[in-house]
């Protein structure tokens, strides 16, 4: 499967300051990453799709102007969470889909995952 | 894209197959099955995926239903580090296809 990272992995920051995450693709060209949240105990919710060179598409419900996204080249998109509250503390998740070139494949890779922390 | 429903947990023995069923009766001609894992506070992991063909890899296998209503994920020698919370998930192909993870399915490896 494919290496997908994040950075950082671990963050605790105060409330009202903006975090940055890092999605980085190590070993093949991603158009489209996706980012998802995931609280405790509870199963991943896709919060944008991520698409290289052209702005992301948010899920019903996510703030695009809370949650900023860029996908400036084909192996890095960033997830910044703007002016955090303690509510937003939780399990950020990454993924990349491998170009589907007209193939049948839906297959994504995920990143190990960032824990956010809202103090 | 086509709803899923799973048990909510289940366990085996260890070195024994696991098999854990999916319901998906309603999907759709187009859609594919995908089975991926999350292990605690990690990123989910992919495992397999099928249309209407049973398929195996190294992993594991994936048994659908001739009539693609409902399909078992089979684990053929459970280990301990297999213990995670397994999601089947029905999707499109496609550019703008995406995956929607419901609860999944907690399966617990005891020794």
């Known amino acids: 499967g494919a290496v997908v990272s994040q950075h950082p992995s671990r963050v605790i920051c105060k409330s009202g300051t903006s975090v940055k995450i890092e999605c980085r693709s190590l070993?093949?060209?991603?158009?489209?990453m996706f980012w998802y949240r995931q609280f405790p105990k509870k199963s991943l919710m896709l919060m944008a799709t991520?698409?290289?060179?052209?702005?992301?598409?948010?899920e019903q419900g996510v703030e695009k102007d809370k949650f900023l996204i860029n996908h400036a080249s084909l192996t890095l998109s960033t997830l910044t969470v703007t002016s955090a509250h303690p509510e937003d503390s939780s399990f950020y998740i990454c993924?990349?889909?491998?170009?589907?070139?007209?193939?049948?494949?839906?297959?994504?890779?995920f990143g190990p995952g960032t824990r956010l922390t809202v103090l | 894209d086509a709803k899923t429903t799973q048990p909510p947990s289940m366990d085996c023995a260890e070195g024994r197959a696991a098999n854990l069923p999916c319901n998906h009766s309603?999907?759709?001609?187009?859609?594919?099955v995908y089975w991926y894992r999350q292990i605690h506070s990690q990123g989910p992991q992919y495992i397999i995926h099928g249309l209407k063909n049973n398929e195996t890899n190294e992993m594991a296998s994936l048994i659908i239903t001739e009539d693609r209503k409902s399909s078992t994920l089979i684990l053929p020698h459970a280990t301990l580090r297999d213990t995670a919370v397994y999601y089947c998930?029905?999707?499109?192909?496609?550019?703008?296809?995406?995956?929607?993870f419901g609860k999944g399915i907690t399966l617990s490896v005891r020794p």
């Open positions: 309603t999907i759709s001609g187009n859609e594919y």
């Open positions: 998930i029905v999707s499109r192909t496609g550019a703008n296809s995406k995956l929607t």
């Open positions: 993924s990349v889909r491998r170009g589907l070139a007209g193939g049948n494949r839906n297959e994504q890779f």
């Open positions: 070993d093949f060209q991603a158009t489209t």
């Open positions: 991520s698409n290289e060179g052209s702005k992301a598409t948010y």
